[in-house]
Structures are given as C-alpha cells and as structure tokens.
C-alpha cells in the first residue's frame, strides 16, 4: 500500500498544491456562478475562477481550504466543499455566524468575490486504502466530510465498507438536503441521519451524534472513523470512538479556528508550535493528543 | 573581512546625511509628553536625534503598524460599460532604509521576524521586499540595564544578530564595525577614516558591557518545562492575576509579529476599498474569538499562556532558538509592572534567580 | 473664503441629524412652501435627536464635514417622550468638549424645529449655512502642522500639602487586613514589583501575602480595574481617595455589589508621576536603596542618589485633588491633610487653554502620532467597562478603522473620553499607563471641567446613588443657555 506523508507531522514539511499566484495574500478574482440555500443558515456559494486557464488547471486535495473575500466586508476560512473532481467550480458551504459570513449570504449570482487557496493539510485518504471508513459529520461539519466522501465514493474500489452518520439540531437544520436522497439510497454507502429534536415529518434517528453513535456501534477493526463538527461534539465523539475501540491514529478530525493570513504566520490559529492553517485543519486524535488541550 | 571605522561625534549629522542621500534615514528621537519616549523617525537636516534605545521598538520599518496589502475597486468594463470588473492593485513598493543607533535586541527581533516571514512554508511578500531594502546600524549597548536580559536568550550587549554595522561608543565618537557585505560596502562608501587603529578601545568597551551583566540562568530546559507548565492552570493564573489585557508587551516587542487583517472601504465607491494588515496583539480576548463566540482563549491566564509559550516553547520548537531578544521592554512598558523575567524563571522552578537579579523584592546592591 | 460673494461661493459640506417626527418634518413643510434655503446641507433623518450620538458628530467633523447641525422636536413635544431632554445633556456636553480637539464650537450647534415650523427651519438653516461660510472651510487634522510656539506650562500649586504621611499607616492597615483575610477570598494591594522604585499590584490571600504590602506615594495603580472581573467574590481593597471614587463610580452604575466590596481607605498625601522619577533615574543597573523622608524620596542606582519631592514630582491630577480620602470606605488609615478652597486647573489643560484652536489641532497631531494603539490607556480605565466589546474594536458599529494615522488614534481618544463624560473621575490611569506619555489625561480633564459647569450638584464617584449627569435630565436646565436663532 502507498502511504503519503500527510498530515505534516510534527515537524515536516509536506508538499501539497501551491497557490498558484505569487503574493499569498492578494486574491484569485472569481464570480459567484450559483447559491443554493442548504438551511435557513447555511448557503453554499459555486464560484469559477475569472482567469479559465486558472479554473480548468485549478487542483486542490480533499480536506484543503480556501480564504472566501468578500470585498469590504473581508475574509474568511471555509473548507471546500466540492469534491476535486468537480472542475467547474469551487464550492464554499458557509454558516451564517459574523461579518464575513453575512456579507457572504449577502451575494448575488454574477458578483466578483477573491479566492485564496487552496490552503492547508488534506484528509490522508491514500492510508485508507483497504479499510472501512466511518465518516460523522456534526451541523456545518458535514462541509469537509462531503468533499472527502464524494471523493472517495467516487474512488470506492479503493476502500472497504462506507459509512455516514450525519446529525443537526432539527430536521430543518440538516444541509446538503439535494445530496441527501442520493446518500440514503445508494448502495455502497451506509447513510444515517440524526436530529437531536425530531418533529412529525422525521423517520430517522433521534438523538445526539455520540449516542447514536453508540447505539450505532461500528466495529474498530480495519476502520477509520473521520470527523468533522462543532467542538463539543467532537470532543464527545471522540470519547465514543474510543470507547468502542478506535484507536487515536483511526480517529481523523478537521478543525476550525479563526485564521486571517491562512499561511502560518499571522499567529493566531495555533495549538502548540501547530499552526491549523498550515500544519492542519486535518489532524489525526493521535496528533491532538500530543499537543496542548487548548480546542 | 571586517571593515573598521570610525565616526566622530561631531561628524554623525554628516554621515546621517551621507545615508539620506540614498535612502530614508530612521534614527531614535525623544519626544516630550506626560513622560519622555524614543521612537524612531525619518532623519532630516536639523532633527534633533538621540542615541538613546528607543521606547518603541524599530519593527515598523519592516512591519507597520497598519499597511495596505491591496486596494480594490469595481469600474465599469472597458468593452460593456454596463458591467463591471474587480481591479485588484497589489503593487508594492519598499523604500530603501536604514536605521541608525538601534540596540542589539532590536536588531535580534529582526532575525526572530525573518523565519516565519521569509523560511516558512509561505514568503512574505510586503516583509521581504522591505527586509530586502533595509540596512541595521546597531549601537552595542555600554551597560546591560534594570528592565532587560539579552544575555539569558542567547544575544548580548554587542551581539551581532540582524545587524548589518555594530556602532560601539568609544572615546570621541563610534567606531564603526562591518558584519555584513551590506555594511561593508556601507562603510566603504562613506568617507569615514579608518578606525583599524582603535580597535582596543571597542573591545575593552564591549567587555565592559559584558562583565556590568549579572549571571544568567541557564534557560535550555525552558521549552521542555514551559510544555510541562501547560495545564497548570493555577501556574498562569498567579502570574496573570495583574494583566489588564492591553497590547503594551505585544507592540512594544521587537520580536512580536502577529497581525490582523481587515477590510475598509467599499470598492464601488470612488475612493475604493482595501485590504489592511495591523498589528494584532494575542492578549486580547478577541484576538481568537471565533465568530460563532468559541473561544479558545478566552481567559486572560489562557493568553498569557499562549504569548509565553510562544516566545520560549513553541517558537523554539519550529526554529530552535527564543523569540525573545531580551530587551524588557515588556516589562517597563506594562502598565501594572507584569515581568516576564519572573514568569519565565518560576515556571523554571528558578525563583532563587530572580531574586539574584533583582526582579523581586531583594536588594541587589553590588 | 469668506471673501467670496455669495453668487459665487462653493458649497461646504453640512451634515444635518434630523428627527424624523418633527425637524425632518419641519424641512419638509419648508420645502413645500418653497421656502428657499442654502443647498450645503445633507440630511441624514434620525428616530430621534436622543439616537444622535456625540460620536456621530464629532466623525464628520473629523472627517471632512465644515458644520454639523442636529435638530430634533422641541423639549416636552419629543414623540418618544424624554429623548430630546438627554440630546439636549449631550450635546451641549459635546459643544464645550469641542473646543479641547482643536474644533471650533460654531461648526457645531443643536436646536429644535417642530414639523410645523417651516419658516423656523429656514431661519436655522440659513443661518447656519451663513455662520458656516463665514468661518470658511473646515482645516483638516491630518493637516495640521507641528506646534510652532513652545508653551509654558503654567505653574500650579496643589490643594493639600503633598507628603509621605500615608506611609504610616501601613503597620494599622496590614492589621485591619489581617483580621479580615479569612473572611476575604482577596484583598488587593500593592508590593514591590523589579525594584523598589517601581510598585506593581498585589493579590493577597495568605499572610505571607500580606507581608508584601506596600504602600506610599509609589502605589501609583488604581485597584479597582480589577473590581468587575472579580464580581461575585468577597473581595477587600486598598484605595487612595481617586482610587475610591472609582469604587463607588462602580458601585453607582452596579457593577459590582456592595456586599462583595470591603474598602480599605488610606488617607493620600499624594502620588509620585512614576514617568517623571524613570525619565530621571535614565538607564541604570542595580537599585540599591529607595528611601521617602516626608516630602523627599531619595533613589541610589548604580551609586548615584536622585532626589525626587512630591512638590516637583507629584502625578498632575494630585494638584487639585480634592479627595484625598476615599469618599466610601469600611476601613479607614491616616489622616487626610485638609484641603484648600477654589479650584485649580490642571497644569497640561491650562497649557492647552493657551493655545489657539489651530496650535491645539497641531499639539494633538503631534502627540498622537507616536500611539501605537496598546489601548493601555482604556485597559488601565477602572471605567472603561464594555472590555471585549469596545466600540473601538467592533466592526457593527464600524466607528474606527485599523489604520495607524494620528486621526484615527485621536478619534479613539475622543471615543473613551466622551464615554466617560459624567463618570470620569480623573484617576489618571489613562496617562500613567500610556507608555509613549501621550498627555491624554487632558482631554478627560476638560470634561470634567465642562460637566461641572453644566451639573455643579453632581461629582463622580462621590455619592453611590446619585445619578449620573448623562444618565437623567431636568426639563429646565438652569446652566445651558440654548442658542436663538
């Protein structure tokens, strides 16, 4: 099996798609090419690139992020959601949370937003090769879990069985609902859905992430579980996860901070000498737990 | 080689003015208000300077407190006036600079800001160009002084780190020392006699410095004992229990470098918009307030955690050596008198050090 | 300018705050009777003239605008009220603050015009537009030039005698503190911090602690900064007379509680300007010893001895201290030295009174371009309570920018000042802490200065349940004398 060296561990440097501009802080120009409203939230924005050689050269890894420029307004992080083999466009699944966020919610279709990426580690999908993958996804979280599951999906023949358990607060707050029938029917993926307050029209699990995960109970051997939600769930996941058995480097996670620069060095996303902007946002438990508990 | 010269002090208006010829002078000038403070500014004929080690540190020159990265405006399209493109104008311009009569700890900080900015996985564009352009005429420090402590983080009172010219006081002037190609070909440019004949003034000058130094404590176990000191909450929370959580260690470092960047402006508007970097200073509570709310620092012990750790754990880690030249200025400058030195050496388990040093309550008196 | 005729004159920038139930109507009904008025105006249409906040005001004038006017419905006719009562407060507060920045007062007026009022509005409007021309376009701050003419400052002398009496207190207090320590989670003192000379903050919990207590006219901090994040605990505190001001300032807008609060008062004799003894001390080694003998502290460093005197070298804000004991206290130390009638003006606003309006842009310029932007001054305010949610720092309001020009950092000054209009007690924290000595006590100092002319019943910090001055009204106000129009 080929295993690449990712994510950087400490204290390597991993080789990954470069930017391709020269100043890492001045923009790609692109247009909002389609929004589609996934929750009274959550927006995902479709931009293309303006320069067609740079959208049709662009590559990016699963798990890598990118710095979404309103102008005025700002920038912010936000993992792309598209998978890699989606050439047409990049996607941005954002939740509506501060000034960025709204300005993002705020755009048309044709409006020119900058693009900076991609940024970041990726998931290390190559060490899974052979083994099942349990993929849980929290809220917002589900973002980075879509693009590294459609990649793998699309790469299946790869891995062995393939699970997602997704949950939200309330049905309504479920993204991603276009995908949704798609994951639940198809056969080489085991989809479970979650609320943690159901109403009438739910047929689905209810209950938080970690204890349907529990009732759940997928078998540690030859697994790895991937993450991705807000902090408190994870931090309980985790717990689960290692209750049934998985152990620290099977547990992969994906982690927000805040970042302004997203090139390790404006100084403020770090956790130890660990910068999630360049050393992450893709760590492995094992990883987490060998640096400060500061989530 | 080593280029010796030797400047007199009645001929330093001349040979600021030989600089300004090429280039934009920065020279230390005290400024008089509720207390007297150094900063440095341009040098022009006439400004009344002095060699006094500068309140504020001299990193704007290669980091301002606030830069534009880029402006951005929407104009109408050349070919269809009825829509609009972005222009982005990231043009960026380094004025060619030298500082004059900066300290050895200032010009480490510059050596402290050139790994993130210039080795990292990301060059810094704006800090390269301007590091590029920049020219260091350290003034080696006569005594060591009550706030600062060079020499326990590895500089000294003439260490040549970041410097391109060390300037040493000796009887009627300075005498001027070559360290880089840069501050050799300076020198050699200038019309500033040979000082080759005065080098056994500069070297007893420099020893004087040394031995006015008290011992330091032996700092190598420092990463591996502040790592340890990580959760103990009640560690940081003793040392913290003072801080008011305002920017005066962060911007008076010379070797703090974390920043912020905003947008202003509104690029439809005739005046456009832009993209700012400033300095960001880590004690404060927003400096990573997610905007959802989750803070993963939000008590002010958690902060000072992290600008500890920074300087003597994590930053050596990445780059093996303190970011941290020594220079105290965290410690005047704080408004309610924290002093890192006492932080540093009690997470050390060193208190009996710094008593030795003065930094609590014991007399030193020699 | 005001040379031009008035065919031919170019349009100056006005900003008009106008309340949408009267004055915006009152505009209107103008309008409609083709009343002819001035064309320099730009309305911008308020709920009411009590939404006006002072900060509005003076950002366009900072930013270009030669004249702002604010009008709203006459006093008792507000449609909310009581809203035009405080304006009223406000903005006569900022009127007279103007002047201190460099800003000429008559850019600036308020005045009420019904929506009635039609031919009113076009007096006002005209008339302002006329007062505005004749003053010319407005100079620009970041066009001032350096301060052309040294100013004496002009010598004061203090209300109390200055010593180092209080210093004998400190055997009774550290008694009194012992004897409450069990029942305290804390008591916040002072200690030696590097060296003698320079005193830092203590926390004391334990009777070792309490050994360290230091206190004299080095125990330059105001503790009570640290009094709201400790709500909730049972926590003891030394105070100087200002120092207690703070607390009951504190106590007054309830943000802390008084059963959590024990006050140990020591009478003041006056405190050292610890930049002033540093600037002198210069670059020095080793302190070997720091002795206060009445008036005279006397600093050996590197075998050199410094004589300082409370007299030469006390902090600005002690020459016409009036509280040199806490007004509120559980305990009290020594005895306060009596102070003498009148008022003096403190020394840096008497140098700023000096100076013409221009000479006063060009002092500010000046001064606040070596600020860095610590924010060390608002940290260190015992007043400046909104913390992480300065307006300085927000984004929604968006009333300042990170940009580093002496502009924008002069806005903030002027930010912190008029939120501590009424409230300031003029601790001096603000300056102390500044560590490139910007003198920006002065600006908070004029305040205090215009809100005792306005409100000469009230002081901050003085009483616990009195109400401070911005914070009520009174349908007549006996000290503002509105201008006819």
């Known amino acids: 099996m080929t295993t690449i060296t990712n994510p950087r561990m400490p204290h390597g440097i991993t080789p990954r798609p470069l930017l391709p501009h020269a100043n890492a802080y001045a923009p790609m120009l692109a247009t909002v090419h389609e929004i589609i409203e996934e929750s009274p939230t959550i927006k995902s924005i479709r931009v293309v690139l303006n320069d067609d050689e740079a959208q049709r050269s662009f590559t990016f890894e699963p798990g890598q992020v990118g710095q979404l420029s309103v102008f005025g307004a700002g920038e912010a992080t936000f993992v792309i959601s598209s998978p890699p083999s989606e050439k047409r466009f990049l996607q941005f699944s954002v939740m509506l949370a501060g000034e960025v966020t709204a300005a993002i919610h705020r755009l048309s279709v044709g409006e020119t937003v900058g693009v900076r990426a991609p940024l970041g580690n990726f998931f290390p999908y190559k060490d899974w090769f052979g083994k099942n993958v349990f993929f849980i996804a929290g809220g917002i979280g589900i973002a980075p879990i879509r693009t590294i599951m459609l990649h793998v999906l699309e790469h299946a023949e790869n891995y062995g069985s393939l699970h997602l358990l997704f949950g939200a607060r309330k049905p309504g707050d479920l993204a991603f609902k276009q995908d949704i029938p798609d994951w639940l029917t198809r056969s080489d993926l085991d989809c479970t859905l979650c609320v943690d307050r159901a109403d009438e029209s739910w047929s689905h699990k209810t209950g938080m992430v970690p204890s349907v995960l529990e009732e759940l109970a997928p078998q540690p051997e030859n697994t790895v579980a991937v993450l991705c939600g807000p902090p408190v769930m994870i931090k309980y996941t985790i717990e689960t996860l290692e209750k049934l058995g998985f152990s620290p480097e099977h547990i992969i996670t994906t982690l927000e901070k805040r970042m302004k620069c997203g090139i390790g060095i404006c100084g403020r996303c770090n956790i130890g000498g660990l910068y999630v902007c360049v050393d992450g946002p893709v760590f492995s438990w094992k990883t987490l737990q060998g640096l400060p508990n500061e989530l | 080689m080593n280029c010796y010269r030797f400047l007199a ?16 002078v920065l020279v230390p000038v005290e400024k008089n208000g509720a207390r007297s403070s150094v900063v440095f500014e341009e040098w022009h004929e006439g400004l009344p300077f002095t060699m006094l080690k500068s309140t504020v540190p001299p990193k704007a020159a290669v980091l301002p407190q606030c830069e534009v990265l880029f402006t951005c405006r929407r104009v109408p399209d050349e070919g269809d006036q009825n829509r609009h ?9 380094a004025q060619p600079t030298v500082i004059v009569a900066t300290r050895p700890c200032d010009a480490r900080g510059f050596a402290v800001l050139d790994r993130p900015y210039l080795n990292g996985l990301y060059q810094d564009p704006y800090y390269a160009a301007r590091r590029k352009e920049l020219t260091v005429l350290t003034l080696t420090c006569p005594t060591g002084c009550e706030s600062c402590f060079c020499h326990w983080v590895g500089g000294g009172p003439s260490s040549p780190e970041g410097s391109d010219v060390l300037l040493t006081e000796i009887e009627g002037g300075y005498l001027c020392q070559s360290v880089t190609e840069k501050g050799r070909s300076l020198l050699e440019r200038s019309a500033l006699p040979d000082g080759e004949d005065r080098l056994a003034s500069m070297q007893e000058a420099r020893k004087k410095a040394y031995q006015s ?24 929370n003793r040392w913290t229990e003072a801080c008011i959580s305002c920017g005066a260690c962060t911007y008076f470092c010379p070797t703090c470098y974390c920043f912020t960047i905003t947008d202003e402006g509104d690029p439809a508007h005739a005046e456009g918009g832009r993209r700012l970097r400033s300095w960001d200073n880590c004690m404060s509570s927003l400096f990573t307030r997610e905007a959802s709310g989750h803070n993963p620092r939000r008590k002010k012990a958690e902060r000072m955690r992290n600008r500890i750790s920074h300087k003597y754990a994590t930053y050596p880690e990445n780059w093996g050596v303190f970011s941290c030249s020594g220079c105290g200025r965290c410690v005047s400058n704080c408004p309610t008198g924290i002093d890192i030195r006492a932080i540093l050496l009690s997470a050390l388990g060193k208190e009996e050090d710094m008593i030795s040093h003065g930094t609590q309550s014991k007399e030193t008196g020699q | 300018m005001s040379g031009l005729t008035q065919g031919e004159r170019r349009e100056l920038r006005i900003v008009g705050f106008l309340c949408n139930w009267c004055s915006y109507g009152g505009a209107d009904t103008a309008g409609v009777a083709r009343a002819s008025q001035p064309t320099d105006l730009r309305i911008i249409r308020v709920p009411c003239s009590g939404r006006v906040d002072p900060l509005f005001v003076v950002k366009a004038l900072l930013n270009g605008a030669d004249g702002v006017l604010v009008s709203g419905c006459h006093p008792r006719d507000c449609h909310y009220g009581t809203g035009n009562f405080y304006a009223r407060r406000r903005l006569e507060v900022l009127r007279r603050f103007l002047p201190v920045l460099g800003i000429d007062p008559k850019r600036f007026s308020y005045t009420w015009v019904s929506a009635s009022e039609g031919q009113r509005w076009q007096t006002v409007v005209t008339r302002f537009t006329e007062e505005i021309h004749e003053l010319g376009p407005a100079p620009r701050f970041m066009d001032a030039g350096p301060l052309e003419r040294e100013i004496e400052q002009p010598a004061s002398s203090p209300l109390h005698s200055l010593d180092s009496a209080s210093l004998e207190s400190l055997a009774a207090l550290k008694q009194a503190i012992a004897s409450r320590l069990p029942e305290l989670d804390l008591v916040l003192g002072w200690q030696e911090g590097r060296d003698k000379a320079h005193l830092v903050p203590l926390f004391i919990r334990t009777p070792e602690d309490l050994d360290r207590l230091a206190i004299g006219p080095l125990a330059v901090h105001n503790l009570a900064v640290y009094l709201p994040e400790l709500k909730g605990r049972k926590v003891g505190i030394v105070v100087k007379g200002c120092d207690g001001r703070s607390v009951v300032e504190l106590l007054q807008e309830k943000l802390i509680s008084r059963e959590d609060v024990e006050i140990f008062a020591v009478a003041c004799h006056g405190t050292f300007d610890t930049g002033r003894i540093d600037q002198a001390l210069g670059r020095y080694q080793h302190l070997e010893s720091v002795r206060m003998d009445g008036k005279e502290l006397r600093i050996t460093c590197d075998g050199r001895e410094r004589h300082f005197s409370l007299e030469n070298d006390s902090s600005t804000k002690c020459l016409h201290c009036k509280t040199p004991l806490s007004p509120l206290s559980d305990h009290s130390f020594g005895s306060a030295p009596s102070v003498g009638e009148g008022d003096s003006t403190p020394p840096d606003l008497a140098r700023l009174d000096a100076m013409t309006l221009d000479e006063r842009r060009a002092f500010w310029r000046s001064q606040m371009e070596r600020c860095i932007r610590c924010y060390a001054c608002r940290n260190a305010c015992p007043l400046c309570v909104c913390r992480d949610h300065c307006i300085s720092d927000t984004r929604e309001p968006h009333f300042t920018t990170q940009e580093s020009t002496a502009k924008e950092k002069f806005f903030f000054q002027i930010i912190h000042s008029l939120h501590l209009a009424g409230r300031c007690t003029g601790c001096g924290e603000c300056q102390r802490s500044c560590p490139v000595g910007i003198p920006i006590l002065a600006l908070r100092e ?10 000469p019943e009230y002081r901050a910090g003085m009483t616990v349940d009195a109400a401070a001055p911005l914070l009520t009204y009174s349908v007549e106000e006996p000290h503002i004398q509105e201008r006819e129009w």
């Open chain 2, 213 to 236: 130094l008290g011992r330091a404590p032996d700092l190598k176990t420092a990463p591996q004992r502040i790592s340890e000191r990580f959760s103990d909450l009640d560690f940081w």
């Open chain 2, 9 to 24: 002090k009645d001929a330093l208006s001349a040979f600021l003015a030989f600089l300004a010829e090429r280039e934009r």
């Open chain 3, 446 to 455: 004029h305040l205090i200065r215009v809100t005792d002319e306005l409100f």
């Open chain 2, 85 to 93: 493109v972005m222009v982005l104008d990231d043009t960026l311009t």
